[in-house]
């Protein structure tokens, strides 16, 4: 026990949390006391004494988990232990339980943890829903029914889409990129480990005295500042969601930028690595915005700050620009790793190279630029600086602009290739063509200003919300899972099942999302807890197709647990792609290669005849016969 | 914020490589580290630049009658003294930098320590400040930019320093060498220690000039 | 290599878009107009509506014939062409979308100058929000106030003073399709010329507490006698229900004097204290 209890792990966590959460306690009421004020806060909202433990704990238990054990001894001068890499890989499944610094152990830790999360957002879903299915008050009181859908989409959007995207890249891009693992490996595990914390936390704010934060995931002040306690589980969740993709992108950025196998240059990389290339770099610029808002909504509560009391001097639509600068370029965060996905997808299930393959990563960084641009088409009708309208109008509208570039450079790739269609991942992909065509197109309608005046707030916005995170980013999710799982598991998923998951997903999807376009042009307001009876026969519609979309989830779910551990062997490249990734055994040995690969060309050259991407270790040069790239011209 | 010391020194260490990864391919000539550290500052720009957003709404957009209040009187001069405390760390934390590129380990040493000195003497006289300067961050809007901002930057500062003390511990030890593998300990947290430096001279800027 | 039937390809997509464009406007999507601004909204509507389902269907037009002329026979593990791009089309499918969008921005543009265009005979109507209430106040009619009923003459132009007492609201009445937010602390503008008589509901539509869903108020629409017979007819007080912040009780005290002390109600003029719109 003892031993146990200075080993890093989940004892030592247990007791760090506990240690931090009691450090966080005292230095309020020390602080408190010693500037002379009642040690305990009890105006409503603040609870100083509660809200800092819930940032200091968190931080315990990940010293006591091991998260900075290397950091320590580093920083204190000591020897740092000879790596002896047993913090790397995983042998058993308790492995995926420590802090490990294995990219693929990381990878695979973000994708189950955040399925979870998908689930647990469903849920809240289906919960509302079922409120919503018939007028009238039902299951739920209004500010319940407030608290479902904040949290639903505060879990969806930090807790699944956001990091689900990242443990996908974790686990394929340093193996595409030809790197022993990621920049900072360490780093790594911390980000995913902060992860389950803001879960926790998220989902802890239910327990809060006055219900879960329920202002909404946008979290408008002054709502969210005169909030009950829970709003203040969001302010804190955030950061730590925040922090973890920010570290996440740094070390992204850092492995595409300085690890790249020789050769690689960057009209080489995949365009999933490109994809994760733009995305980090909106990451890095525009997340330090929302941990910027929210630490703002914080103040005022906690501190009694004036940033939007607007009896006090402060602004009120200040919140709203600061939070839509990160949340704009955070639904392109949602979108471009899975624009990467669909592109790895389609080409290898078409047998052909991407179709303009610059363009289309020309137009992934249009779209990092274009997206710093945009924010204030969520304030349309906020009563912002009225000048700013039709500037922002027009940036917005011209998004559809490198946005189309991807959607026809996929049909060109389609054009005169062989087309695969057995596979999951490939219908997924293809079903996200339309979809998400259908949910950027109503994206246009909104970016016209007469429109959006219309439907501003009502539940059109919520029909495009989802068709390109639901239609658009979980779709590419998918697609990835299934694409990839072979190479994560070693095992092959059940087609059949499969595609069980997909007509039903598909059928879902539009079936729950298509009439909140007219419910919403009609007169529905968003975010309402009963609504006028005309609507009733729609929503009920609405609600039973989100519960067949919630019943075919489990088929997935059961899918991938019982291939995992049953499905037939899957060989090392089952789809017969060239990325590098495909070139190493499934599951890939523990640190990757045994030498770097070296790439001798693009990582698309379906159809060229000896054409090569990467030379693996191991093979000699001589063996390579000299690609002659032929270039044909679509007629 | 999160996490400053947390791009800081790995896989620069003499890991022995039997049954480990093969050497990861150098694709661009800046060190990893270095770039994460970059890297890291931007983002933290973009945390400041979150603050300013608030301070231009608040001073330029509500546009209240006087900023500061009046009955509000900044120490101006203070703060001054307390800018040329944080700017010339800048210069011998740069010292030390060089001193040890030459193997110079007492430079080292001596340029560590005073900018670890000259930090701490300007974090003390800001904690003063905020004793002494007869407001709070509840009082209106010019209270709240205050605060936040010269807070944030403090906090900042700290973070400097506990970075600044490892690279003092570790000199005093003994470690660090002219090659720059062995040198990333001081390098690293002096490039974080310029961006605090620079970002003090538009926080003051911003609050006690314009 | 066959050529591409791109006649077939662009009339089928002609085609099919027609046809849902056809299907599309069938219904009448944003429900009954009833100011001067929907019949343009509606038309913006309608032309997005055309275009949107050419591009729709020629996405997927391009998709089905791609999936069966090109889906591979059982058994052949061949690759396809080795194409990597094509200028010219590149080129064409950057541009075509670059003018579409221009041209609906710069459509938009003329349509929201349109509608928010202030006429010379407009009225004043301030309207507070809270926490869940509406309250209507008529300067111009001496200062008369309503709680949650609100009555507007037909064919002229009203401005509504939109004021916010403790979080953001916002005012919208989908007939007339204008919206805009409640904003604490500022003061905002919806500029609307009702142009059907009738009964409609004012919808609050911005997340504002546990009342939102219910946070609404009747709105009437009549003849300019009927309206000014209402409005003769209302109180003069404050209401108690309303929490006035204390700017906003010097405003109102103003306005009342500047009034009293006749000068002549002179049309829309700005406050002073709209410092965002
Ligand atoms: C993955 C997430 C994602 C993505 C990719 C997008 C993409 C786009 N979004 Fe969306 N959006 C959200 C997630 C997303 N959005 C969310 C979550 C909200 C609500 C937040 C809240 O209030 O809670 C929102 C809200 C929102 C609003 C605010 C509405 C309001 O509250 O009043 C607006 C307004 O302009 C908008 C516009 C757009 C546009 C123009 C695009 C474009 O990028 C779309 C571009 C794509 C295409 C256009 C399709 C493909 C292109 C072609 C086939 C070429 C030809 C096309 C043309 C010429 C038109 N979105
Ligand atoms: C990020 C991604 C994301 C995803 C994937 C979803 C998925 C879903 N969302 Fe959500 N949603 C948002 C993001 C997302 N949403 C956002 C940002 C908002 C705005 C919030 C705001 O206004 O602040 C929102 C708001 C929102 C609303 C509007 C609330 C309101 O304004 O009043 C509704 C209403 O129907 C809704 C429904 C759904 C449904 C039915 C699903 C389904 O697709 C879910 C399907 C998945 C499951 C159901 C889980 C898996 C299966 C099980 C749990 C098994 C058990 C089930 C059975 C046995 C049947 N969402
Ligand atoms: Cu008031 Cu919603
Ligand atoms: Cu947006």
Redesign the pocket.
């Known amino acids: 026990m003892a031993a146990a209890i200075k080993q890093p792990g989940w004892y030592r966590g247990a007791i760090g949390a506990l240690l931090g959460a009691a450090f966080g306690f005292f230095l309020v009421i020390g602080l408190r006391a010693l500037m002379g004020l009642d040690i305990y806060q009890t105006e409503q909202t603040g609870y100083p004494h509660i809200v800092v433990p819930l940032i200091t704990a968190p931080f315990g238990f990940l010293f006591g988990f091991g998260a900075f054990d290397y950091w320590f001894r580093w920083a204190a001068g000591k020897p740092t232990i000879p790596d002896d890499h047993s913090a790397h890989g995983a042998t058993k499944w308790q492995d995926y339980f420590k802090f490990n610094t294995d990219h693929k152990v990381i990878g695979t830790q973000y994708v189950v943890t955040t399925l979870m999360f998908f689930l647990i957002g469903g849920l809240l879903a289906l919960m509302m829903r079922a409120e919503l299915a018939s007028p009238g008050s039902q299951i739920v009181a209004a500010n319940t029914f407030n608290g479902l859908f904040s949290t639903h ?1 505060v879990i969806m ?1 930090f807790l699944f ?1 956001i990091p689900v995207f990242a443990g996908l890249a974790n686990y394929v891009l340093p193996l595409m990129i030809g790197a022993p693992d990621m920049a900072f490996p360490r780093l790594n595990a911390l980000s995913f480990w902060l992860l389950p914390i803001a879960g926790i936390i998220f989902i802890a704010s239910f327990l809060a005295p006055g219900g879960s934060f329920d202002a ?3 979290g408008y002040a002054p709502l969210s500042t005169g909030a009950p306690f829970g709003q203040s589980f969001f302010n804190v969740g955030v950061q730590f969601a925040g922090a973890s993709s920010i570290a996440t992108a740094l070390n992204f950025l850092v492995t595409i930028i300085t690890m790249r196998a020789p050769g690689m240059n960057l009209w080489r990389m995949p365009l999933l690595v490109w994809a994760n290339l733009s995305t980090s770099l909106l990451v890095v610029g525009a997340t330090p915005f929302v941990a910027g808002a929210q630490f703002m909504v914080l103040f005022d509560r906690v501190l009694g700050m004036n940033f939007f009391q607007f009896l006090e001097g402060g602004d009120v639509i200040s919140y709203q620009h600061i939070f839509w600068f990160y ?2 370029p ?3 965060i ?2 471009l790793p ?1 624009f990467g996905i669909v592109s790895e997808i389609i080409s290898t299930h078409a047998r052909k190279p991407v179709f303009g393959y610059r363009l289309m990563a020309l137009a992934l960084i249009g ?1 990092v630029v274009l997206s710093y641009t ?1 924010w204030a ?5 906020a009563g912002m600086f009225s000048w700013l309208r039709v500037p ?2 027009i940036t ?2 011209l ?3 490198p ?6 450079s996929w049909l060109g790739t389609l054009f005169y290739g062989k087309i695969h269609v057995y596979s999951t991942a490939m219908l997924f992909a293809l079903a996200f063509i339309v979809t ?13 200003i007469p429109l ?1 005046i219309h ?3 009502t539940y ?3 029909a ?2 989802h068709f ?2 639901f239609g ?2 979980v779709f590419t999710i998918f697609a990835g899972i299934y694409h990839w799982f072979p190479k994560m598991t070693g095992r092959m998923y059940d087609e059949k099942l499969g595609r069980i998951h997909f007509w039903g997903t598909v059928i879902g999807t539009w079936g729950t999302f298509v009439p909140m376009h007219w419910i919403g042009m009609d007169g529905m307001p ?1 975010r309402v807890a009963d609504y006028a009876s005309q609507y009733g026969d729609w929503n009920l519609f609405i609600s039973v197709f989100a519960f067949i979309l919630g019943a075919v989830q489990l088929v997935f779910f059961y899918n991938m647990i019982v291939s995992w551990r049953f499905g037939p062997k899957a060989g090392d490249n089952p789809w017969r792609a060239n990325t590098i990734e495909w070139q190493v055994s499934s599951p890939p040995p523990v640190f990757n290669f045994d030498e770097i690969p070296r790439v001798v060309g693009g990582p698309y050259e379906f159809g060229t005849p000896g054409a090569r991407h990467a030379i693996m270790g191991g093979e000699t040069a001589a063996e390579i016969p000299e690609p002659k790239p032929t270039t044909v011209t679509a007629p | 914020m999160e996490s400053a010391s947390v791009a800081l020194g790995h896989g620069h260490d003499a890991e022995d490589h039997h049954h480990g990864p093969p050497e990861a391919n150098q694709s661009a000539r800046i060190d990893r580290t270095v770039l994460g550290i970059l890297l890291f500052i931007l983002s933290e720009i973009m945390l400041f630049g979150a603050f300013f957003a608030a301070y231009f709404f608040l001073r330029v957009v509500v546009s209240p009658e006087a900023w500061p209040p009046v009955g509000i009187e900044l120490p101006v001069l203070v703060a001054g003294i307390n800018t040329v405390v944080l700017v010339s760390s800048s210069f011998t934390v740069h010292y030390a930098l060089e001193a040890i590129k030459r193997g110079n380990h007492r430079g080292l040493k001596l340029g560590l320590g005073i900018t670890w000195l000259l930090g701490a003497t300007f974090l003390f006289i800001q904690i003063n400040e905020y004793v002494h300067i007869g407001f709070t961050p509840r009082d209106g809007a010019f209270g709240t930019i205050f605060f936040s901002l010269t807070g944030l930057h403090g906090a900042h500062v700290f973070i400097g320093l506990l970075l600044l003390t490892f690279a003092n511990i570790r000199a005093w030890r003994g470690h660090f060498g002219p090659e720059q593998k062995d040198h990333l300990g001081v390098e690293v947290p002096g490039i974080y220690w310029h961006f605090v430096d620079i970002m003090w001279i538009v926080v003051f800027l911003a609050i006690y000039i314009i | 290599m066959t050529r591409l039937p791109y006649l077939k390809l662009v009339l089928a997509t002609f085609a099919s878009g027609t046809l849902l464009s056809v299907l599309l406007l069938i219904p009448n999507w944003f429900g009954d107009a009833a100011s001067t601004a929907a019949p343009e909204i509606d038309l913006m509507l309608d032309v997005t509506i055309v ?2 389902s050419y ?2 269907a ?2 997927c037009v391009a998709l089905a014939y791609a999936l069966i002329k090109w889906r591979v026979k059982p058994g052949d593990e061949s690759d396809g062409l080795p194409i990597h791009g094509n200028t010219k089309l590149e080129i064409v ?1 950057t541009m ?3 003018l ?2 221009l041209g ?1 921005g710069i459509y938009s543009w003329v349509v929201l100058d349109d509608i928010e265009a202030k006429d010379k005979d407009a009225q004043i109507v301030n309207v507070y929000s809270q926490q869940f209430a509406w309250t209507f106040g008529f300067p111009e009619q001496g200062n008369k106030w309503s709680e949650g009923e609100l009555h507007v003459p037909v064919d002229r132009q009203t401005v509504f003073k939109l004021h916010a007492q403790d979080v953001i609201h916002s005012f919208w009445v989908p007939e007339w399709r204008i919206k805009k937010d409640n904003v604490p602390g500022i003061t905002t503008d919806a500029i609307v010329t009702p142009d059907k008589v009738g009964h409609f509901q004012l919808v609050c539509t911005e997340l504002c507490g546990y009342g939102h869903s219910t946070m609404r108020a009747n709105v009437v629409v009549e003849s300019e006698a009927d309206y000014a017979k209402w409005v003769k007819g209302l109180d003069q007080k404050v209401p108690e229900s309303l929490i006035l912040t204390a700017d906003q009780a010097l405003e109102i005290e103003r306005e009342a004097q500047a009034r009293d002390g006749g000068i002549e109600g002179s049309g829309v003029q700005e406050t002073g204290t709209d410092n965002q719109s």
């Open positions: 989409a959007i889409i909404g995931w946008t949340s704009h955070a639904v392109y949602m979108m899975g779209i945009v088409h969520h304030m349309f009708v922002i109008m917005t509208l998004i559809a602009v946005t189309g570039i991807k959607i026809f998400f065509t259908v949910g950027g197109i109503s994206g246009v309608m909104l970016g016209m959006d439907v501003s707030d059109f916005i919520v495009h919300i390109v995170l658009g980013s968003r | 275009i949107s591009i729709f020629g996405v499918w075509i979308p670059l579409i969008v609906l």
